[in-house]
């Protein structure tokens, strides 16, 4: 017998180190129904488990669909991992070390499961159906609390001999500059990603000047993207000097990038952009091609992110798709007891 497994439904699964968001994605990438849950980080990778399973109940379920229906998933999660064997070796934000967290989805969820880390999901899912779509060349950057980056090669979704390329958050643009979370000074993270914006807001309010931010971060004890947007928004000279700022040190290292690689486009996504709008996007590009010496005429294209906070949920379930219908998502991921619907699943066209 001969056939081809085809899952309609997905479930795509983007774990962070702050919340957890659950999606069920048809076959044309439509994502039909969501669920968001806070992630028990502190408490390790059962609860993280249980977390995700409650959130895929309540998506499954209110997409109108039996659990038998969405036959595959997909997960997106902070690193490093072993992508292959489906574990998380360790996460500072999660606090797990060694968690086979595939096999442990796929028993739970009754169906295969694949990882994959939570930057390059969402970057492929950018690369097929987001602001990526057009070219075959892409460098992707999302600054969010840190900041992280993958690139596309002729259509590939580069590994690398390390199976970390792409961590384009620690380029050292400024040696001898700020720690990075890392260990290391003066990365582009260190001096562009949200976490360094908020630690120079507080260092300039120290210093006497005045912003609505200073007293934000001090109460939520983090900087967010949209009171940001909001102050930027309101002219908060402080403000948008530092967003100035963090746009500048992103455009250094992505000239840098498109000196080397000669991308057709780069992409730019995560929290801060999203809540900036196309105005970061616009300062970044500046910086870029003020260092791209390689590009002298601004052939690549610099834009935002299309699919906001749907990317880590489509690149985890179209990544899962494609591994499920190459053969690569190994058999200890498949669970004893969903064997019988791999060959007959419901509602499949085989
Ligand atoms: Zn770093």
Redesign the pocket.
């Known amino acids: 017998m001969n056939f081809r497994w085809d899952p309609a439904f997905t479930l795509g699964i983007d774990l962070g180190g702050t919340k957890i968001l659950v999606g069920v994605v048809d076959r044309e990438g439509n994502v039909i129904s969501r669920a968001k849950r806070s992630t028990p980080a502190s408490e390790g990778g059962p609860a993280i488990v249980t977390a995700i399973l409650d959130a895929a109940g309540e998506a499954i379920q209110s997409s109108g669909l039996s659990s038998d229906q969405v036959a595959l998933a997909g997960i997106g999660s902070p690193g490093p991992l072993d992508v292959h064997a489906g574990v998380i070796r360790w996460s500072a934000n999660l606090n797990v070390r060694d968690f086979p967290i595939a096999s442990e989805l796929s028993r739970g969820l009754g169906c295969p499961v694949a990882l994959e880390n939570d930057v390059r999901a969402g970057g492929y899912a950018e690369y097929r159906l987001g602001a990526g779509r057009d070219y075959r060349n892409v460098v992707f950057a999302f600054v969010g609390t840190g900041i992280g980056g993958c690139v596309v090669v002729n259509g590939e979704l580069i590994d690398g001999v390390t199976h970390n390329a792409g961590e384009l958050?620690?380029m050292v643009i400024k040696v001898g500059g700020p720690r990075?979370?890392?260990g290391?000074r003066g990365?582009v993270?260190?001096l562009a990603s949200k976490t360094a914006i908020a630690r120079r807001i507080q260092k300039a309010v120290r210093k006497g000047l005045p912003s609505v931010l200073g007293e934000r971060i001090a109460r939520k004890g983090r900087l967010k993207s949209r009171d940001l947007a909001e102050a930027v928004q309101a002219k908060d000279l402080v403000a948008l000097n530092e967003v100035q700022r963090s746009a500048h040190f992103l455009g250094v290292g992505l000239g840098n990038l498109i000196n080397v690689l000669g991308p057709e486009a780069v992409v730019i996504g995560g929290g801060v952009s999203h809540a900036l709008g196309d105005s970061y996007t616009e300062m970044v590009a500046n910086s870029a091609h003020n260092r791209a010496i390689a590009d002298p005429e601004h052939v690549t294209i610099i834009r935002r992110a299309a699919l906001g906070d749907n990317a880590g949920i489509l690149g985890a379930a179209i990544i899962a798709q494609e591994r499920f219908a190459q053969g690569e998502i190994p058999r200890a991921h498949h669970p004893e007891s969903a064997q019988p619907a791999l060959a007959a699943p419901p509602g499949s066209k085989a």
């Open positions: 958050g620690h990075c979370g890392c290391s990365c993270e260190s």
